[in-house]
């Protein structure tokens, strides 16, 4: 691969490299929902965890996310043999393909524990491949124009929308074969087939030079200056106002996907091969905002696109509470039709407003700390995450939604409403436009 991409290709070559490598790595990001559907089925079914264990497990599996800054720092001041980004993802997919494959291995008789530590081992190599992904995306965002054509991926917004394009095939591919898979075999079975893929991810990784690649070359500076050029930047009020504002819109939210999945399987007992549909649903409009962002939407004013995204989720989750207390199903909509639509695009609503924030932020990020900064910014939406995750398990709680009664589940949709829409009166913490300066390094 090396000595077909490598040198001589000139830019065009270069791109191509780029986008194999990106869009492998997002394709494989995205399709971790295939394993990720059976590890559900599994916890309930097979090991009869509750809706709130469930979901506590889902979103303490995700605290491995939270170090995102450690390792942005890592790949950003460590060179392994002359290299920065491609050995820490081969190193992130090997951690991931050792955890599913000692899962599977394990399966017949594993604790709830002993599956959470190879979950959490399993996001940890995720994160740390994701963090170098993303400091690659940064890095090449920042480029000059590499020929009079502008077919470089790098153009402002456009390799962004690339990898979420990638990123949402993979999800699309991968919630297809797990609704299917999850019918017909195992839970076992579909994660030895992503264990397997990890494999080949991983071969494919090591085999590419990351001088190929054409990425901006610097001293290794190492982890304590990195460190201060990481909080010199979290210092700029652009940057520190517009991560804080996007943190606090999602971590202010309680969360109730966990209790939402046993409703739909336990109390309506609707099918595995449903869910998998409409996650499919959701992928595929995931796929479709990458492609309507990066052809219309880019010149819109990121606080403008933000807020008009958050409102959005809230109008849905009213739509849920009408779904849940039986509105639509007295008009005569199935509520299979009602899962796969409404329940399967909100889904990933909660995840439209991370591209054109990711754009943004990629702009105002000062050079040399792009990992650091990308990688701050997924660890504080990870963290946002779990924070949402554990309000809601409270919620639920409070409002004493069980595995068996869920009366208390139209007061927490509203509830959740509610706290979704609060963060749009403080959205001017985020810019209304990019700064001419950014734009100019394009």
């Known amino acids: 691969m090396v000595s077909s991409y490598g040198g001589g290709g000139g830019s065009n070559g270069r791109d191509k490299l780029i986008k194999r490598v990106l869009g492998l790595g997002y394709w494989v990001q995205g399709f971790r929902c295939f394993p990720w559907l059976a590890v559900s089925f599994f916890l309930k079914d097979g090991l009869n965890v509750n809706p709130s264990t469930l979901q506590l497990l889902q979103n303490s599996a995700n605290l491995p996310m939270v170090g995102k800054p450690l390792y942005g720092l890592v790949s950003d001041s460590i060179y392994i043999s002359g290299q920065h980004r491609i050995p820490y993802i081969a190193f992130g997919v090997f951690l991931q393909a050792v955890s599913w494959l000692l899962i599977t291995i394990s399966s017949s008789d594993i604790s709830i524990f002993t599956i959470s530590i190879y979950l959490l081992l399993s996001n940890l190599g995720a994160s740390i491949a994701e963090v170098a992904n993303d400091a690659i995306v940064a890095e090449m965002s920042k480029q000059p124009p590499s020929s009079t054509k502008h077919t470089e991926p790098s153009s402002s917004g456009s390799l962004q929308s690339f990898v979420w394009i990638a990123s949402s095939a993979g ?59 990481l909080l010199l930047a979290l210092k700029k009020p652009e940057i520190a106002y517009s991560i804080s504002w996007f943190t606090a819109s999602y971590a202010i939210i309680p969360a109730l996907t966990g209790i939402m999945f046993f409703y739909q399987t336990h109390h309506l007992n609707i099918n595995s091969s449903v869910l998998g549909i409409s996650k499919v649903f959701g992928q595929a409009t995931m796929l479709l905002w990458g492609i309507i962002y990066n052809q219309h939407l880019k010149s819109v004013p990121p606080r403008k696109l933000i807020s008009a995204i958050q409102f959005m989720m809230a109008f849905f989750m009213v739509s849920d509470f009408l779904f849940v207390r039986g509105f639509y199903r007295q008009m005569g909509v199935p509520d299979s039709l009602y899962v796969v639509t409404f329940s399967g695009f909100l ?96």
């Open 171 to 229: 999800g699309v591919l991968g919630n297809l074969l797990g609704g299917i898979f999850i019918a017909r075999f195992s839970s076992p079975s579909m994660f030895l087939l992503f264990g397997i893929l990890l494999a080949i991810q991983l071969v494919i990784t090591t085999s590419v030079r990351e001088s190929s690649l054409g990425l901006p070359k610097g001293p290794s500076v190492g982890i304590r200056k990195q460190l201060s050029e």
């Open 347 to 442: 889904e990933v609503l909660f995840f439209f407003k991370i591209l054109p924030f990711s754009v943004l932020i990629a702009q105002l990020c000062p050079p040399g700390c792009e990992g650091s900064i990308m990688a701050f910014l997924m660890s504080a939406i990870a963290l946002a995450f779990i924070v949402s995750g554990y309000l809601g398990v409270a919620l639920a709680s409070y409002i004493k939604i069980t595995g068996s009664d869920f009366s208390g589940l139209p007061l927490g949709l509203v509830i959740q409403a509610v706290c979704t829409v609060l963060p749009t009166f403080w959205s001017s913490c985020i810019p209304d436009h990019i700064p001419s300066k950014a734009k100019r390094k394009d």
